[in-house]
């Protein structure tokens, strides 16, 4: 089948390579001019998103790529000695096959294990859907069997389909911000945490800067997600005398340096798909950016949905299933999304104290506990662990790429 693919980022590229690999005709298209390089944040790889990017042949890439952060320390606001710990088995309890990259090197691996089999078109997006033709912002008009949304929270093809969709705003906000690579250190996160907000910044050392990350509690503020002013606006009166530190950060605020900001909003639709339509990764079912493991997510959803296509007599049977195989992580994950919002930016002073020392407290355990201690719940901690990876058994699986 011929089969379009909107968006570049994460899901769109695992999708293509898998759907690829499965005999069939791919097209990505991608509204930004090139791959996109927005200075984000870094995101998790857990267990079963790793197993597919071996399959993929691109898993030691994404190791060597890793962010490396070992060690964090936080200081409460108010107070002046750091809360420090270890990251290292913070991830360990985590999963058992855990990476840290930043999003923009994931993004890069993946377009680089498809740019020679798969069509991709940057500087372009789809601007309307016929019965068997789609239709460019550029003009041109081709014909395509299905057309897949992997374009994100923001999605140009749910809009085009599916219009308004349910969404659930977790009363938090993040932001990104590039500063300079001396404003962090490689392989340490170091912050200022106090109720209802928290700033931090961290580098890796193959980064040619360092990155500020900002969370904070509010309610829904007015804004669009293309007006930069108006979130840099946002940001600067959230953080307002947080600390000295945090007004540094804030001072690149001022300049051209990358930046992103968005609300943590949950989609809560549970039909990703109409007609000769589907939507996967965070086009279709977002648990919250930076909280509920929606990288992970991504891939093994782009990854059971070519499988299912490969295997499913018709894309209607395929889209079906591939829904229902979906569901049950995708609410498990909402559900932990809620959670982590709620402990990792608490609203109260002793919110912000039993944080801080329940991460140096955890740490303290000797790293032979950590791990079993975590196993014992499968639906916390270890939920993004816990996903399995079936063996679809098509010509093609698990060969890696040329």
């Known amino acids: 089948m011929r089969i379009l693919v909107s968006g570049a980022s994460i899901a769109g590229p695992v999708l293509a390579w898998w759907l690829t690999r499965y005999g069939h005709e791919v097209t990505v298209v991608e509204r930004s001019p090139v791959l996109r390089k927005t200075g984000g944040h870094a995101v998790d790889l857990f267990r079963p998103a790793m197993t597919i990017s071996e399959r993929m042949g691109v898993a030691s890439r994404i190791e060597s790529r890793a962010t490396g952060t070992e060690r964090l320390s936080f200081l409460r606001e108010g107070t002046r000695r750091p809360i ?29 294990a498809t740019r020679a089999d798969v069509e991709y078109l940057f500087g372009d997006s789809i601007a309307a859907l016929g019965e068997d033709l789609v239709t460019f912002d550029s003009g041109t ?3 395509f069997d299905l057309v897949i949304g992997a374009d994100g929270l923001h999605s140009n093809v749910r809009r085009l389909v599916f219009g308004e969709v349910a969404k659930t705003f977790t009363g938090a906000y993040l932001a990104v911000l590039s500063v300079p690579r001396e404003a962090g250190v490689p392989g340490a996160m170091t912050g200022h945490v106090g109720p209802g907000r928290s700033a931090a910044v961290y ?34 009166a959230a953080f307002a005398g947080l600390h000295p530190q945090v007004d540094e950060w804030m ?5 051209d340096r990358a930046f992103y900001f968005d609300s943590i909003t949950q989609l809560r639709e549970d039909t990703w798909s109409r007609g000769r339509v589907a939507l996967v990764g965070d086009a279709a079912y977002c648990p919250g950016p930076a909280i509920g493991g929606s990288t992970s997510l991504a891939v093994v959803g782009a990854y059971v949905l070519a499988g299912q296509l490969a295997t499913s007599p018709d894309h209607a049977t395929a889209f079906t299933r591939y829904e229902d195989e979906m569901r049950e992580p995708v609410h498990a994950s909402r559900a932990f999304a809620l959670g982590v919002a709620k402990t990792l930016i608490p609203s109260t002073r002793l919110g912000v104290w039993a944080l801080t020392r329940g991460m140096q407290v955890a740490t303290s355990l000797p790293s032979w506990l950590v791990r079993p201690l975590a196993k014992l719940n499968s639906t916390g901690v270890r939920l993004h662990d816990s996903m399995p990876v079936r063996d679809y058994g098509c010509q093609g699986a698990g060969v890696p790429a040329p």
């Open 203 to 236: 580098g890796a050392r193959h980064l040619g800067d360092a990155r500020a990350v900002f969370l904070f509690r509010s309610p829904e503020l007015e804004y669009h997600h293309r007006d930069v002013a108006r979130q840099k606006q946002l940001l600067r």
């Open 141 to 143: 008009t081709r014909p």
């Open 251 to 255: 001072s690149y605020l001022d300049t």
């Open 84 to 112: 420090t710990a270890d990251a290292t088995k913070l991830f360990a309890a985590t999963s058992d096959r855990h990476v840290e990259i930043m999003r923009d090197d994931l993004s890069e691996i993946y377009y680089d």
